[in-house]
């Protein structure tokens, strides 16, 4: 499975982007969908998941102001990301997890680049 990830970009802070992760199989397959990020110097962290079920999580750093949505059609998870910060500046990145009876399948886009000014 490859994933795609687009929509990064500058922005103001309190600005919004829409980042997308595009899916070569069928995303309703998967266990799990999540967008991590990392920013310079820091090490990576989960932002948001989305279940099979539709359940979702988001860290806290994040919590009302991003929501992660999926396209089954499409093969395609977004992230909504709204009143941007400095802080929210890092590399995304799209991931998707597939459960097997023993390990799983483990799947990663290629990062794109958020920035938002101050």
């Known amino acids: 499975v490859q994933l795609q990830a687009s929509g990064g970009g500058l922005v103001q802070a309190g600005g919004s982007l829409r980042l997308s992760c595009a899916a070569s199989?069928?995303?309703?397959?998967?266990?799990?969908m999540s967008w991590y990020r990392q920013a310079p110097g820091k090490q990576r962290e989960l932002v948001t998941t989305?279940?099979?079920?539709?359940?979702?999580y988001y860290s806290d750093s994040v919590k009302g102001r991003f929501t992660i949505s999926r396209d089954g059609a499409k093969n395609t998870v977004y992230l909504q990301m709204d009143s941007l910060k400095p802080e929210d500046t890092a590399v995304y990145s799209c991931?998707?997890?597939?459960?097997?009876?023993?390990?799983?399948?483990?799947?990663w886009g290629q990062g794109t680049q958020v920035t938002v000014s101050s």
């Open positions: 991931r998707a997890v597939r459960r097997r009876l023993v390990g799983r399948d483990d799947y």
């Open positions: 199989a069928s995303i309703l397959a998967m266990d799990a």
């Open positions: 989305i279940s099979s079920a539709g359940s979702t």
